[in-house]
């Protein structure tokens, strides 16, 4: 929408007299004063100097006049200023109006400076005034209906407001999934609202207003950036409630608060059990609940995660008002090389939108391990992460590992942390899963400690290194071969699955229960039968081809219920005998048709022989 220029007035004649006091329409009594001050002004509408003797300027100490003036010519310039006596009591912040005596109205212009009142003082002179400068504020695009902000419907002159326009919400306006919405400014109307849906995102890049945290609503997946101070806010956090509540190993999550003040005791449930923690490794418990602690904070800290879980309530709400900056920088961290649990920090993000570990966030990788956890509410599984997305409300735990350590958010520039290449390794059966990172680089050092599922029967895979378990490992590029362990926990079908971040040469994953070797770099997936009984010290990743051999006696292993037969040369002949020594099977393999069907196999020790051109091997197996 362009903005409309106006020149208020124009020169007619070459001089003016003084107006007198009578003629002036802001009237007061400046006896009651005790101090004035002298002012030589000139008036500014759109950049423009106003030349026009029926325009009166106001100056103003809040509501109150403390001086108004009509312009004379100067002698000096020949332009009209101001000659302005204003009055006070003692130094206060001057705001100025203007009032036009040919249409009789205050003038709705904007006028965004103000000056301090001196005692005694003069500011301006005829040749160098003081410059006053008002601008001609663009029309308000005003929402008047229900619904959705992208139907035109809604708006009072049937048009969507653009990046550029000053919006006015006068009705219930919800921005959908997926709508990316971008204005100037942003007034919620009283008894009015506006509600960010999952999926939404609202830029403002000049100035938000609202006082009523029920008339901003940020649902859960709903985002918003502005700067204004003192915006209310009430942003409603999806709860995922345990499948049983006596015995919890779902429901758990990390909350933040996005809210500079919000209430610890409005979050609760309205009814139904609940748990409320927060993590502080000195504790002798670590976890310190809300409902055994009269010293639980009453508002929720900024930049801080806590672990909740709700037995029957579905959604809470932060209310407060919205932190606005781009940069945070007062993480609670620090570093203690006597207590391993005081290194562990429940954090949140402190913004009302998403924040980008890999690319903003700020610290030294010698004072704090790389990478991230975050919570599955579902399984009760950590899920550890070395880039990645932090929702608003969502909490997040890292680990230091040096003295001083520090940590930023600062989403004006991105970060200097260096970029590895990693693997991501996922460890899943039909319910749950578990993960494994590990990096790349330079030198080889610790990593981030495995910590303890909340559901305990989740099966774990981790590197082992001087006897610590790590779920974020960071090797040397320069490893031949790498060992990873697996606990089943309980006896199952499970599922390693790989996501490669970067250039790999050669990488090849062996099974040494099975012999088994997969091409990482062709499947991505690779499936097993394990144990709880089983040696955790499993796997092996290889990254040199010259490390793929395995014993040769390992040819064969159970997927899915086969019998799987690989490293064959030519026609293979091969032959199953059960543990009486009688021929149960007898048939040909190649490299294309290499499985046996065990459906009619009973449970128990299999002996396989396999006669190919490389001559004759033999292998046992069990069936389960």
């Known amino acids: 929408m362009k903005k409309i220029f106006i020149v208020l007035g124009i020169l007619l004649s070459s001089r003016l007299a003084f107006a007198s006091?009578?003629?002036?329409?802001?009237?007061?009594?400046?006896?009651?004063?005790?101090?004035?001050?002298?002012m030589v002004a000139t008036v500014y509408v759109d950049d423009v100097e106003q030349q026009n003797n029926n325009l009166e300027l106001g100056v103003f100490c809040g509501d109150e006049v403390r001086g108004s003036a009509l312009p004379s010519i100067s002698n000096i310039t020949g332009k009209y200023v101001y000659n302005i006596t204003l009055f006070s009591d003692a130094a206060c912040e001057l705001t100025f109006k203007l009032y036009d005596h040919n249409t009789a109205s205050v003038?709705?212009?904007?006028?965004?400076?103000?000056?301090?009142?001196?005692?005694d003082a003069t500011e301006g002179t005829a040749t160098e005034p003081y410059k006053i400068s008002f601008i001609t504020p663009i029309p308000a695009v005003i929402f008047t209906g229900e619904g959705s902000w992208n139907d035109?419907?809604?708006?009072?002159?049937?048009?969507?407001?653009?990046?550029?326009?000053?919006v006015v919400v006068n009705g219930a306006a919800i921005i959908t999934n997926k709508s990316d919405i971008t204005v100037n400014s942003l007034v919620i109307n009283e008894n009015k609202s506006l509600t960010i849906q999952d999926g939404g995102l609202l830029t403002v890049t000049e100035k938000l207003s609202n006082g009523d945290p029920n008339a901003l609503i940020i649902e859960e997946g709903g985002q918003i950036v502005q700067t204004s101070k003192n915006v209310a806010a009430t942003f409603n956090k999806n709860i995922v409630n345990p499948t049983s509540w006596s015995t919890q190993k779902s429901g758990w999550q990390f909350v933040s608060s996005p809210m500079i003040n919000a209430q610890t005791e409005g979050f609760l449930p309205a009814s139904g059990d609940y748990d409320l923690y927060k993590f502080d490794g000195n504790a002798e418990l670590q976890w310190v609940n809300y409902k055994s602690h009269n010293d639980f904070e009453t508002e929720f800290q900024q930049g801080v995660g806590y672990l909740a879980s709700y037995e029957t309530q579905t959604t809470a709400s932060f209310k407060g008002v919205l932190y606005n900056e781009a940069i945070y920088h007062d993480f609670p961290i620090s570093y203690n090389s006597n207590n391993d649990w005081a290194n562990f920090h429940l954090l949140g993000n402190p913004f009302s939108f998403d924040i980008v570990w890999e690319d903003y966030m700020n610290y030294n990788s010698r004072r704090m391990e790389d990478g991230f956890v975050t919570l599955n509410s579902t399984t009760g599984a950590y899920i550890y992460n070395v880039e990645g997305t932090i929702k608003v409300g969502e909490g997040f735990m890292i680990c230091t590992c040096g003295k001083n350590p520090f940590l930023e958010y600062d989403a004006s520039e991105k970060s200097r942390n260096e970029k590895k290449d990693y693997i991501n390794i996922i460890a899943s059966n039909s319910e749950t899963s578990d993960n494994l990172i590990i990096r790349f680089g330079e030198n080889e050092s610790s990593g981030f400690p495995k910590l303890h599922n909340f559901n305990d029967r989740i099966a774990t895979v981790y590197v082992k290194e001087s006897d610590v378990n790590y779920a974020i490992f960071n090797s040397n590029e320069d490893a031949k071969e790498i060992p990873v362990c697996f606990d089943a926990k309980e006896m199952g079908s499970y599922t390693l699955s790989f996501e490669l971040k970067g250039d790999f040469e050669n990488l090849v994953l062996l099974d040494r229960m099975t012999g088994e070797k997969i091409n990482l770099l062709l499947e991505n997936e690779y499936s097993f039968i394990a144990a709880s009984d089983d040696n955790a010290e499993r796997f092996v990743l290889l990254k040199d081809n010259g490390?793929?051999?395995?014993?040769?006696?390992?040819?064969?292993?159970?997927?899915n219920g086969d019998i799987v037969i690989y490293d064959i040369s030519g026609d293979a002949d091969i032959s199953i005998f059960d543990a009486m020594g009688r021929c149960i099977y007898n048939g040909n393999c190649t490299d294309a048709i290499n499985r046996v069907p065990t459906g009619g196999f009973s449970a128990g020790v299999y002996v396989i022989q396999k006669n190919d051109d490389k001559g004759i091997n033999v292998q046992k197996i069990i069936l389960e």
């Open 107 to 119: 003038l709705e212009l904007d006028c965004n400076q103000s000056y301090t009142f001196e005692i």
């Open 547 to 559: 490390q793929q051999t395995t014993d040769n006696s390992h040819f064969a292993y159970i997927n």
């Open 152 to 166: 035109v419907n809604n708006w009072q002159n049937k048009t969507l407001p653009t990046a550029d326009d000053d």
């Open 21 to 38: 006091s009578s003629e002036l329409y802001w009237q007061f009594d400046h006896q009651q004063y005790e101090h004035n001050m002298n």
